[in-house]
C-alpha cells in the first residue's frame, strides 16, 4: 500500500515534474516585478538575488545587444534559479543589460530552459 504513493513521489522527482515548472507569462512577471531599469548593476544582483536568482560572480563586457534596430555595446549581468527536479530541471534566467558609462540597467531580457540536464 505504501509502495504506490513513494513510487509516484519518486518518479515526479524524476521526470518533470509539471507542479514546480514556470511557464512563460509567470517568468515574465516575475521579472518585471524587479522593475531594474534604471538601477545600478549591484542594485539589481541583490534585488534578483532576493527574489531567489542566483547572479553570476562575473559581468560580460563589451557585449553587442540589439534591442530592435538600435545594437549598443553593454556589460551584461546574467541570473538564474531553477526549479525543484532532481533530473533536467527548468532553469529560468533573468539578463540585465547595463550601460558601461553609467553602470545602470537599461534593459532587462528573460529566457527559459526547460530541461537543463547537463
Do not use: W
Not at 25 to 38: P, Q, T
Not at 91 to 108: E, G, H, L, Q, S
Amino acid at each position: 500500500m505504501l509502495r504506490l504513493p513513494l513510487l509516484l513521489i519518486a518518479s515526479m522527482m524524476f521526470s518533470g515534474c509539471a507542479l514546480t515548472r514556470v511557464s512563460d507569462a509567470s517568468h515574465a512577471e516575475d521579472v518585471r516585478e524587479l522593475n531594474a531599469v534604471g538601477l545600478t548593476m549591484d542594485e539589481a544582483r541583490v534585488k534578483a538575488e532576493h527574489d531567489g536568482f542566483e547572479c553570476d560572480d562575473y559581468v560580460d563586457t563589451d557585449v553587442r545587444v540589439q534591442i530592435g534596430n538600435v545594437i549598443r555595446r553593454s556589460t551584461v549581468l546574467q541570473c538564474g534559479k531553477k526549479s525543484l527536479e532532481l533530473f533536467c530541471p527548468q532553469r529560468r534566467y533573468v539578463v540585465f543589460n547595463i550601460d558601461p558609462k553609467t553602470n545602470k540597467v537599461y534593459a532587462v531580457g528573460k529566457r527559459i530552459n526547460q530541461n537543463a540536464c547537463f
